[in-house]
């Protein structure tokens, strides 16, 4: 009898640290976000285009099932950046430069050429050890595709991995991508045609992948991971007055022990409303043993006069007609 009691309280107390361990580590896990047809959003390492008054998110597509020997990206449409519509698989692809088994695609980001009134998707494109190091481009004449493969390239004819986007204020558009033999990331400007990586504007010399750039108030605000694959670390930021530099130091958006509550950068969007400015911070918290469960991570930042900080996660709704952010005081939902 005492020995039953004593091996249910030895299992108790395990399960009690057990519990504390697991809920520890993970207190900031984002529940899982819905579609408007119910199916978990796979937009993962994804991207934010406004066209008119509707948000179109694209990412990384992860469902469970799908064909093996091709990569996805998915598209959806929001008016609120709350509530979204599954509008299409935009882009299919088969493995296109002969990679070979566990060949991918990461971090899609479409851009809207007005010039030449095509959608461009770039892409970081490569083989199962990450040594092919390549933008590819697929392009739509709709927003929501299909997408259709042209090519792959290194762009400025550097190793280029992890990629990022950012349109300016003026309507330019730029790539950011990270170039692990610089020990750097780079952010250039695209062509005319958006058909290619044009003009080094800075080669930022800190290791950093996940790459998101926002222009806010007068200064350039960058944002990166360090290169710990999936695992996540304390995401950090510099400034400057000019795409050009000089950047800042690097500081820590959020308490370093935190790891960015446990997300990596994908992009910072700007919410310009009548009332105000928002910059939001979209993240994902990767799964990686179960990709198509990975998280995502959007909170708005607190940003102004060369500081950044990402605040503890917790609900939120935006009203992006005016650009004023409410909290709900709650973790979550
Ligand atoms: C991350 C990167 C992801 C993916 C992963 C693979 O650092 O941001 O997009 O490449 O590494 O380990």
Known sequence: MRITIRVLAALLLF?????????????????VWLDNRGKPIQAHGGGILKVGDEFFWFGEDRTQGLDPTRKYV?????????????????????DPENLGPGWLVERPKVFYNEKTNKYVMYLHLDDKSYKFARVAIAVSNTVDGDYHYLKSFRPLDMESRDIGQFIDDDGTAYLIFESRPTKGFVIAKLSDDYLNVEKQMSLVPKPLEGGALVHYDGLYYVIGSHLSGWTPNSNVYATSPSLEGPWTEFKDIAPPEKKTYDSQSSMLLKVVGDKTTTVLFMADQ?????????????????????????????????DVKTGVVTYKNRLWN
């Open 15 to 31: 399960v009690l640290v057990a519990s504390i361990f697991y809920f520890s580590s993970r207190t900031t896990l984002a529940p």
């Open 74 to 94: 998915a598209c959806y449409s929001s008016k609120d950046l709350s509530h979204w519509t599954f509008r299409n698989q935009v882009l299919k692809l088969s």
């Open 286 to 318: 990767w799964e990686p043993k179960a990709l198509w469960d990975s998280r995502y991570l959007w909170m708005p930042l607190e940003i102004g006069d060369g500081k950044l900080h990402l605040p503890p996660p917790k609900s939120w709704a935006i």
